[in-house]
Every structure is written in C-alpha cells, then in structure tokens.
C-alpha cells in the first residue's frame, strides 16, 4: 500500500521561502511521476508541480513558475517542493500525490491516485 506523508508547512511573511517534503513508501518510488498540488479555503483543489519519473522533467503552473521548484530523491524515496517568494495567495493546504499509472508528466487530479494528508502552508502579508 502506497503512503505519502507531507511536511515542511508553516506560517511565512511575504517573500519567504519554505520547502515542503513528501516522504513515500510502499512501491518503487523511481519508477512514478510525483506531483505537487494545493487547496485553498472555498477553492477546489489545483495542480502545483510535477516531476517525471523517467527524466526528471519538470512542469509547473503558470502562477508559481520561477518561484518554486519540484525535485526528489529516489535514494531518500522523498520529493521536494522549494517555495520561494511566496505570496499570500500561495496560502493553502499543499498535497503530494502519485499515480496508479506510470504517466510521465500528469499535470490533472484525476491521472493521480494516492495522496498525502496535506501541510498547510500560510502567508502572511
């Protein structure tokens, strides 16, 4: 069984950083897609990042390009997200997740199938 466990959230001024980490067990984590994705209040939930199993690509919606990278350790079984100059409307509830299906950049929910439990992630202004 696939588990996902999120940390690295916390409250954040204005043009801080965080990195948020991802820490998956229960498959052969080289070998999927990871993908970052965020729910704020009164919002459906939204894709952030992915990272490509097969060559470490990387695609990122068009608000946090520039600002924020996705990268993982096979060795480690962990991906990372580096939040850098954060803004208040980054506020959210962040989610890791990984697909049933070896896709090589799923960028939808609906192509991922475990999820994490979630860290939230505050700006302040």
């Known amino acids: 069984q696939v588990s996902l466990v999120e940390s690295g959230g916390g409250l954040v001024q204005t043009g801080g950083s965080l990195r948020l980490a991802c820490a998956a067990s229960g498959r052969t984590f080289s070998l999927y897609a990871m993908g970052w994705f965020r729910q704020a209040p009164g919002k459906e939930r939204e894709f952030v990042a992915t990272?490509?199993?097969?060559?470490?690509?990387?695609y990122y919606t068009d608000s946090v390009k520039g600002r924020f990278t996705i990268s993982r350790d096979n060795a480690k079984r962990t991906v990372y997200l580096q939040m850098n100059s954060l803004k208040p409307e980054d506020t959210a509830v962040y989610y890791c997740?990984?697909?049933?299906?070896?896709?090589?950049?799923?960028?939808?929910?609906?192509?991922?199938?475990?999820w994490g439990q979630g860290t939230q992630v505050t700006v302040s202004s």
């Open positions: 997740a990984t697909p049933k299906i070896r896709w090589d950049l799923p960028i939808t929910s609906s192509q991922y199938d475990y």
């Open positions: 990272i490509s199993w097969i060559d470490d690509r990387t």
